[in-house]
């Protein structure tokens, strides 16, 4: 996790992946596909923009490539995957919760 423009960036692939979704990582352009039910989120490295569903929608703060990965923010992520997340201090972890449909 990088804590950077007042968010909390992660790994994409890595947390899509790990909340059950399909992600492709397109190194010569730095897109980031994320398939996940009827979801699809598409991030581009140095854009504050994701496609979600197909809207282009406004990021808090712009992507970016860092070690073979593409870093978004995590509620951004989460939210258009159809989870809550929460930072629990004690532990020191982000609990991502299922939205109930």
Do not use: H
Request: aromatic residues 12%; negative net charge; hydrophobic residues 40%.
């Amino acid at each position: 996790v990088i804590p950077k423009d007042g968010e909390f960036f992660v790994p994409g692939k890595t947390v899509a992946q790990l909340l059950g979704a399909k992600a492709t990582f397109y190194k010569t352009s730095k897109i980031l596909d994320i398939q996940y039910q009827e979801n699809e989120l598409v991030f581009r490295s140095g854009t504050n923009v994701v496609y979600d569903n197909n809207v282009k929608t406004p990021l808090p703060a712009s992507s970016f490539y860092l070690n073979e990965e593409l870093y978004v923010p995590i509620s951004v992520i989460t939210n258009g995957l159809g989870y809550v997340v929460e930072w629990q201090e004690d532990n020191q972890m982000f609990l991502c919760q299922l939205l109930i449909k």
